[in-house]
């Protein structure tokens, strides 16, 4: 029986999933754990909502914080790698 590309990946990802239950794996939980860092900061509506707005209309809103942040990094005269 041949699946469709969408099916297929629902296919893979559910055995992945039945795979991480039954055997306790969680290889990307474990990654995120010890090499990613999470930063929260709250935005009030309505004084934000502008910043809400234009955060929210970015297709990747991680590497466009991100990018915000290099820039002014190098700005300041702070060696960046890209």
């Known amino acids: ?14 055995s992945q999933r039945e795979y991480a239950k039954r055997t306790g794996y969680a290889g ?7 090499r ?12 934000d909502d502008a910043i809400l707005n234009w955060i929210n209309s970015q297709s990747n809103k991680s590497g466009y914080l991100k990018s915000l942040i290099k820039e002014d990094m190098k700005r300041n005269g702070i060696k960046v790698d890209d």
Request: glycine share 6%.
């Open 36 to 47: 990613g860092k999470v930063i929260n900061f709250r935005l009030f509506t309505p004084q």
């Open 1 to 14: 029986m041949a699946y469709t590309p969408e099916e297929a990946r629902q296919r893979k990802n559910k």
């Open 28 to 34: 990307g939980a474990k990654y995120n754990k010890e």
